[in-house]
């Protein structure tokens, strides 16, 4: 398996505070992902990374944003939960010229 | 309309059946197309990638692309109820080009029953 962590495993937070979810690789792969998994809506991007600071929206970015400081992190970070970023959040990389997407284990994240 | 669209399901078939999933696309552009697998409760993983017309093999998984009809389909032969799982599809319109921004269908869930 490809040597990506993500933390925390779960996490349960009331509306209106602050999260950061982080994902740490030890692949050295330049490309890295935000997903989210809702039912009915498969996988959808919210932010992906093609280096060191270099970050790009996807397609459901609004109320995220994020960051990467180094090739082996990328946070995510909810400035001010809402109930609907109750969600799973994958982490997933890609190396420099394989197109396959490795995924980490994944967050469940609850806002009350 | 969304991008990828894939029955729910579920699809239930017996063990030893070939199990059919079905992918529509809407853009036009896309050239790369995977399968990946979600157990649940579990992260995806690939099983499946496919880039030109027509069938390709791999195990007991055969891929089925027609561009021209913008459907990709995946064949899982001789079930096993280990292969009881999730299987999204996703597009990408970028040819084996690093820096995948995959689109991902809504999954089909399918059951195997022994």
């Known amino acids: 398996d490809a040597g990506i962590t993500q933390s925390p495993r779960h996490k349960v937070t009331e509306t209106g505070t602050p999260v950061t979810l982080r994902c740490h690789q030890t692949?050295?792969?330049?490309?890295m992902y935000w997903y989210r998994q809702d039912p009915g809506h498969g996988l959808r991007l919210i932010h992906y990374?093609?280096?060191?600071?270099?970050?790009d929206k996807g397609e459901v970015s609004d109320g995220y944003s994020v960051s990467r400081s180094k090739t082996e992190d990328f946070l995510l970070t909810l400035e001010s939960a809402t109930s609907s970023q109750t969600s799973v959040y994958f982490c997933?990389?890609?190396?420099?010229?394989?197109?396959?997407?490795?995924f980490g284990s994944g967050t469940q994240l609850s806002v009350l | 309309q969304k991008e990828v669209e894939q029955n729910s399901g579920p699809l239930s078939v017996p063990e030893g059946a070939i199990a059919s999933l079905n992918c529509t696309y809407s853009?036009?552009?896309?050239?790369?197309f995977f399968w990946y697998r979600q157990y649940s409760g579990k992260s995806p993983e690939l099983i499946m990638s496919?880039?030109?017309?027509g069938d390709k093999e791999d195990g007991r998984f055969t891929a089925q692309l027609n561009k021209a009809s913008q459907y990709v389909s995946l064949l899982i032969r001789d079930s096993q109820p280990s292969d009881s799982a999730t299987y999204l599809c996703?597009?990408?319109?970028?040819?084996?080009?690093?820096?995948?921004?995959?689109?991902f269908g809504g999954g089909t869930r399918v059951l195997v029953k022994p």
């Open positions: 692949e050295n792969h330049r490309y």
């Open positions: 996703a597009v990408n319109p970028l040819i084996k080009a690093a820096g995948n921004k995959l689109t």
């Open positions: 997933a990389t890609a190396g420099g010229t394989n197109e396959k997407l490795f």
């Open positions: 853009d036009r552009v896309s050239q790369s």
């Open positions: 990374s093609y280096g060191v600071k270099d970050t």
């Open positions: 496919i880039y030109s017309n």
